[in-house]
């Protein structure tokens, strides 16, 4: 149990390092890329705001990524697919929809109500990580 413990830390801590530099690169290069695909301001513009969103969205989803296949991989399936459930629609789409259309923000908006579920559904698989309460689900010995 200790050694997937810190093999999970091990793994969190690569992928965090590969996430925000890529992150970081696509925060300021982002005009550049948009203008590799067209030569439209306005979905230049639409894109930009996007991928500064995902700047942030992207380090975030590592701790979904890594820490559900964890638990997962410990035995703790049940907890991870709740929570999904919970947080993607209370979170994600009304949060969206928020942002979204109530708010005016478009797509934009969308990302944002995006955002909110990864952060927030990335810090209840922390928790329960960190809880230990997945060693009294392990399917293994």
Same mark, same amino acid.
């Not at 965090?16 to 300021?28: G, L, P």
């Not at 697919?81 to 942002?99: N, R």
């Not at 923000?105 to 109500?113: N, S």
């Given at each position: 149990?200790?050694?997937?413990?810190?093999?999970?830390?091990?793994? %969190?801590?690569?992928?965090?390092?590969? @996430?925000?530099? $890529?992150? /970081? %690169?696509?925060?300021?290069?982002?005009?550049?890329?948009?203008?590799?695909?067209?030569?439209?301001?306005? /979905?230049? !513009?639409?894109?930009? $705001?996007? !991928?500064? /969103?995902?700047? %942030?969205?992207? #380090?975030?989803?590592?701790?979904?990524?890594?820490? &559900?296949? $964890?638990?997962?991989? +410990?035995?703790?399936? &049940?907890? #991870?697919?709740?929570? +999904?459930?919970? $947080? @993607?629609?209370?979170? +994600?789409? !009304?949060?969206?929809?928020?942002?979204?259309?109530?708010?005016?923000?478009?797509? #934009?908006? &969308?990302?944002?109500?995006?955002?909110?579920?990864?952060?927030?559904?990335?810090?209840?698989? !922390?928790?329960?990580?960190?809880?230990?309460?997945? @060693? =009294? =689900?392990? /399917?293994?010995?």
């Amino acid at each position: 149990m200790e050694q997937a413990y810190e093999t999970r830390i091990k793994n %969190f801590k690569i992928s965090m390092v590969f @996430t925000e530099v $890529s992150s /970081i %690169f696509i925060f300021f290069f982002g005009r550049y890329l948009m203008g590799v695909y067209t030569d439209n301001s306005q /979905i230049i !513009l639409l894109g930009i $705001s996007v !991928l500064m /969103i995902g700047a %942030f969205l992207e #380090p975030r989803r590592n701790f979904n990524v890594v820490l &559900i296949n $964890s638990l997962r991989g +410990a035995g703790d399936g &049940i907890f #991870p697919v709740v929570m +999904a459930i919970i $947080s @993607t629609w209370g979170v +994600a789409v !009304l949060g969206g929809y928020f942002f979204g259309v109530v708010l005016g923000y478009g797509l #934009p908006g &969308i990302w944002i109500g995006m955002t909110c579920d990864e952060w927030i559904r990335g810090i209840y698989m !922390l928790a329960r990580w960190h809880s230990r309460k997945w @060693t =009294k =689900k392990s /399917i293994v010995g």
